[in-house]
């Protein structure tokens, strides 16, 4: 069965840095895109960035120049890099990708549980 697992949310005061990890495992034959969203208490999921697996890269305007997504195609893991974080980066953030699974000839849409982040002073 395929899963997405994040990993590396937790509490830090304004200007600090987290860094986020996404790891897709099971039986999986190929993985597209790959991207984090987010959900403040009240608020709909928004898009924070997107990676293709050519490593194109798309992010969400609050966070450019303060977020960077990456991957690792052989880990098949993604990472957010979040600098300068601010009150308003506080969120459960999701992990998103595009899989194949063996023995199928379609891609489906996979979610993580979501991981915690936390900005206050």
């Known amino acids: 069965q395929v899963q997405l697992v994040e990993s590396g949310g937790g509490s830090v005061q304004p200007g600090g840095s987290l860094r986020l990890s996404c790891a897709a495992s099971g039986s999986i034959f190929s993985i597209g895109d790959m991207g984090w969203y987010r959900q403040a208490p009240g608020r709909q999921r928004e898009l924070v960035a997107v990676?293709?697996?050519?490593?194109?890269?798309k992010y969400a305007d609050p966070v450019k120049d303060r977020f960077t997504i990456s991957r690792d195609n052989a880990k098949k893991t993604t990472y957010l890099q979040m600098n300068s974080l601010e009150p308003e980066d506080t969120a459960t953030y999701y992990c998103?990708?595009?899989?194949?699974?063996?023995?199928?000839?379609?891609?489906?849409?996979?979610w993580g549980q979501g991981t915690q982040v936390t900005v206050s002073s």
């Open positions: 998103n990708a595009a899989i194949t699974p063996m023995s199928f000839r379609n891609s489906f849409n996979y």
């Open positions: 990676i293709t697996d050519r490593g194109n890269t």
